[in-house]
């Protein structure tokens, strides 16, 4: 029987994270984050101090990566495991987000990091967060969303996030953080952030999260 999968492709902050954690919840499937693995490349990097230019040992280091991702319960949600260590939280910060979307310009990394995405496709079903989920990954799954949303909402997002969390932010620089981030991950010759061919865009700058889950589950049912 054929795995079912679903991609959620997008730039950050468009909201794929919690989308793809809500979907996977409601269906019971398994969820594969992908971002996660490039950041635990990018902070095992730091670790081990290799050089960010380095791409030789960061190829080995991908191969080799010590990871396990635990469910635990559900309210809890995924932890990620880096060679015995939990680094849940330490993988979110944005210096390791920086330094993962430049390790992520690496063919020998994205190769080397391509069949430990894969074994992640298991029944019932997959939802696969990430950039190039849809076009290289997975490009027979029957569903692929390219989630989208403005610069400045994505930014807005962000900015409000941290504020709740009392961190003094500055709106401007998140925003220019963003803009380069999308630039990278756009133009980069591996891979590069874009909608598979057969992908459906939602746009969701002034959609809240209960909106575009109603898209995506009614997208679901259709194919079903
Ligand atoms: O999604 P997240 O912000 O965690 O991803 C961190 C970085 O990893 C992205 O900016 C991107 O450069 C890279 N990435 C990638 N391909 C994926 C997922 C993430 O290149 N499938």
Redesign the pocket.
Known sequence: KSVPVVTV?GP?GSG??TICKLLATRLGWHLL???????LVALASMRHQIAVDDEDSLTVLSAHLDVQFKTAAETDGVHVVLEGEDVTSTIRQEEV?KL??KV??YPGV?QALLER?RIFAALPGLIA?????GTV?FPDAPLKIYLVASAEERARRRFLQLQKRGADASFAKILQDIQA?DA??MNRSV?P?KPAADAVTIDSSELDIDAVMYEVEQLLRERE
């Open positions: 492709d950050s794929k994270g984050d992908s971002g996660a693995l490039y950041r987000g993962a979307s992520a310009t994205r995405q967060d990430g950039r190039d989920m990954v981030r990278q991950d891979a952030l």
